[in-house]
């Protein structure tokens, strides 16, 4: 696993927004951050799974989270206006997102692949996170050490069969966070990185792997070091970087 460990209150005073936050990594992310004094802003289709979350945080007595009901396959430019609006009333600045939302699709040939379901996985995985960064670039801006993350894939860089759209989508998104990171750097302080998780115990990986035993992957929080790290004021100057969450060692 990757190894580092953020000092307790590594991320008081910081607002991060975490897309997919209502289960699985997303979940386990936006947990931690409130572990560490960030202020979450839980982004999700599902406002029963988000209102869970909320739940546990403040339960826990973390700093209140907000929740954002939004549904990425529907979300028009407009509504990602409107988001950085409300949030920039609401909190002035953003010093995280993280990009970490996404569908499978189908396991299935090119030669059979539904071209509606092609789309919408473009649309979760790949045109929201564009959308929603490009709205949200200012919020970030204002924050003196932002830090945007890209969630991959193994996929997102190796073609393997019957992954479609999502290892498609993946490739698109390296590539996504890659150009971003290079028009950013030497004009802004915002540091932007890519993130692949590794074989990890979700829905999505239940969902890929139907015939593999759970408990043989990581649970979503055994993950979070590198999630932490690129969060933290320890990532500053790191940019356009990928980590594979389940490395063998960090950077240290
Ligand atoms: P899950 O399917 O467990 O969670 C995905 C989250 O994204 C859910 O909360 C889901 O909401 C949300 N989501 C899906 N569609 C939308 C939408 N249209 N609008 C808003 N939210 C949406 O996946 P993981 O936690 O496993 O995956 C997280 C990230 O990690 C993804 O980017 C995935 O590609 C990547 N990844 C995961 C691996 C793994 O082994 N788990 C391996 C490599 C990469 P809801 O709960 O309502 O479905």
Redesign the pocket.
């Known amino acids: 696993m990757f190894d580092y460990q953020a000092p307790p209150q590594a991320l008081a005073k910081r607002t991060i927004l975490v ?8 979940r386990a992310a936006a947990i931690c951050f409130a572990t560490l004094g960030a202020t979450v802003i839980l982004v ?3 406002t029963e ?1 988000l209102e869970a979350v909320y739940d546990d945080i403040v339960e826990r007595n973390l700093p209140t989270p907000a929740i954002y009901p ?4 529907r979300s028009k430019e407009e509504d990602y206006s409107e988001m950085a609006t409300i949030l920039e009333n609401e909190f002035g600045k953003l010093d995280g997102l993280l990009h ?4 499978l699709g189908e396991r299935t040939p090119i030669s059979q692949y539904e071209a509606s379901t092609w789309d919408n996985v473009m649309q ?1 995985n790949v045109n929201a996170a564009f959308m929603m960064t490009q709205a949200l670039l200012p919020l970030l801006e204002a924050s003196k050490d932002a830090s945007i993350v890209f ?1 991959s ?2 996929v997102g860089t190796q073609g393997k069969a019957y992954w479609g759209a999502y290892s498609v989508s993946k490739f698109a998104t390296e590539g996504m966070a890659q150009i971003l990171a290079a028009e950013l750097e030497n004009i802004s302080s915002i540091r932007v990185n890519i993130i ?5 115990r ?4 239940a969902k890929a792997y139907p015939g593999e035993d759970p408990v043989s992957n990581p649970t ?1 929080e055994d993950i979070m070091p590198v999630y932490q790290y690129l969060m933290g004021p320890d990532s500053q100057g790191t940019t356009g970087q990928r980590f594979d969450a389940q490395a063998l060692s960090g950077p240290f």
């Open positions: 897309t997919g936050a209502g289960d699985g990594i997303g999700g289709r599902s799974k939004c549904d990425l396959s970490n939302a996404s569908i979760v969630t894939s193994g692949n998780p590794g074989a990890t979700t829905n999505m990986r979503p």
